[in-house]
T-cell receptor, first 111, second 116 residues
């Protein structure tokens, strides 16, 4: 995951917004993913955004994409205890037929 | 939906033994499956790409003789950790891709391997 970078930890207060940031390297990616991993479980596809979009909103989730800076962010509004998880940014590499994952950001919620 | 299962979910074995982990796509055919290893510091490492009916493609640094991968059908891939050692203890996750051209991967719940 060295080509996709994320900060490792984020702590927010319950009810606040969480913003998880990611930088990627392959400008030819047609879309980018956010995966969620709850404790002891596999990865769940949370959302994705096509590279020709700047923003995608889905209920409490907002994804922002800045192609110029190769920066992707995930905003979770009204963060709840159930949002505690590791969030992975991921970039498909079609040339290699595989997905490159970031290191994951562990989101913790404090009361 | 696209459901991927793994079996077992948790396994403890003695050093020197071999362990087989199964990955199944339950409601779709997966031409390609992927095996990942997740380290304690949470990062995911792609170990190999498994294509049905052909040899797996291993990532650099992954020993193919130690981590045997078989993808005998469109719904099943297996990972066998041979002659396991304590340093092989980890969380192993598989994923499956539905089609040749689509990149969306669906992940299994993972298998926790502990080697004593």
């Amino acid at each position: 995951g060295e080509d996709v970078e994320q900060s490792l930890f984020l702590s927010v207060r319950e009810g606040d917004s969480s913003v998880i940031n990611c930088t990627y390297t392959d400008s030819s990616s047609t879309y980018l993913y956010w995966y969620k991993q709850e404790p002891g479980a596999g990865l769940q596809l949370l959302t994705y955004i096509f590279s020709n979009m700047d923003m995608k909103q889905d209920q409490r989730l907002t994804v922002l994409l800045n192609k110029k800076d190769k920066h992707l962010s995930l905003r979770i509004a009204d963060t709840q205890t159930g949002d505690s998880a590791i969030y992975f940014c991921a970039e498909p590499r079609s040339s290699a037929s595989k997905i490159i994952f970031g290191s994951g950001t562990r989101l913790s919620i404090r009361p | 939906g696209a459901v991927v299962s793994q079996h077992p979910s948790r396994v403890i074995c003695k050093s020197g033994t071999s362990v087989k982990i199964e990955c199944r796509s339950l409601d779709f055919q997966a031409t390609t499956m992927f095996w990942y290893r997740q380290f304690p510091k949470q990062s995911l490492m792609l170990m190999a790409t498994s294509n049905e009916g052909s040899k797996a493609t291993y990532e650099q640094g992954v020993e193919k003789d130690k981590f045997l991968i078989n993808h005998a059908s469109l719904t099943l891939s297996t990972l066998t950790v041979t002659s396991a050692h304590p340093e092989d203890s980890s969380f192993y996750i598989c994923s499956a891709r539905k089609g040749v051209s689509t990149d969306t991967q669906y992940f299994g719940p993972g298998t926790r391997l502990t080697v004593l």
